[in-house]
């Protein structure tokens, strides 16, 4: 039995040498091809990611991390080389190259039909972060005093509730109209869950995390049209990104 197993990056078409990228544990990469779709893979070691040990790494944040950038590496390199692929779910393995072909007929249908959908396409991403309106920043109101009754204390908790309820109402119906604007400029989008503040490095909570997929040949215009909209905002940051590879439009989840 082999000690190695076939980790899948991405698949593409027409994908030729990857020079000056290697895969994970720097392992070279190299191209399965099977019926007009080529899949990226490098060779791993069981012992690392075997069924058993790959179930004790995925708990290990520090180890996803590494994986995570490596993998987004080669198919950033896929995606600059071709101009459209279709990456895996991490940590995708096939016990030998022919377990790989397989994979790719099982799911030509899917694999082809979003490389055609991506193909000339680029992801963008808009965030928006909106302050906290006053009195419902956490804990404002909840203290209490000896000269405070029981009473006007739950009204005035009842009052911050509210207060918190219509701030949230009123946070959804912006990011609404900011995602239907640039929904408009794309040829599809994705609302993704708003990311916690200890990962965007804002002190505003995110309203708005929206993926979109933009026409190459359109994306500096993408890119003025949202930074000329943010300058009209007061009271909400919008950020813009991209291109980046369109993984919101192909990543294979269950791949």
């Given amino acids: ?9 991405a698949a593409g078409r027409a994908v030729g040498e990857l020079s000056g990228i290697r895969g994970l544990r720097d392992a070279p990469l190299r191209v399965v091809r099977c019926g007009g779709l080529d899949a990226i893979v490098s060779s791993v070691d ?7 040990p790959l179930r004790e790494h995925l708990e290990d944040l520090g180890w996803l991390e590494e994986v995570a950038r490596s993998h987004d590496r080669v198919v950033r390199a896929v995606w600059s080389a071709t101009g459209a692929v279709a990456p895996f779910r991490l940590a995708t393995i096939c016990t030998t190259d022919d377990a790989v072909r397989i994979r ?8 082809a039909a979003a490389l055609d959908r991506v193909a000339g396409r680029s992801e963008w991403t808009v965030k928006a972060f909106r302050p906290l309106v006053s009195g419902t920043s956490a804990g404002a109101g909840t203290g209490t005093s000896t000269a405070t009754s029981g009473t006007t204390y739950l009204m005035r908790r009842r009052e911050q509730l509210d207060q918190q309820r219509q701030a949230a109402v009123d946070a959804q119906a912006v990011a609404d109209d900011i995602h239907r604007r640039f929904a408009g400029a794309a040829d599809a989008c994705r609302r993704l869950p708003p990311q916690d503040r200890r990962l965007t490095g804002y002190d505003e909570p995110m309203i708005l995390n929206g993926a ?20 009209g905002l007061s009271d909400v940051r919008l950020t813009v990104d991209g291109p980046w590879p369109p993984y919101s439009f192909t990543s294979l989840e269950s791949a």
């Fill in 1 to 9: 039995m082999s000690d190695t197993a076939s980790y899948v990056y």
């Fill in 212 to 231: 979109y997929l933009v026409d190459d040949r359109e994306g500096e215009r993408f890119r003025s049209t949202v930074e000329a909209f943010a300058l």
């Fill in 104 to 111: 790719l007929t099982t799911r030509y249908d899917e694999l």
């Fill in 46 to 52: 069981l012992q690392e990611f075997g069924e058993a």
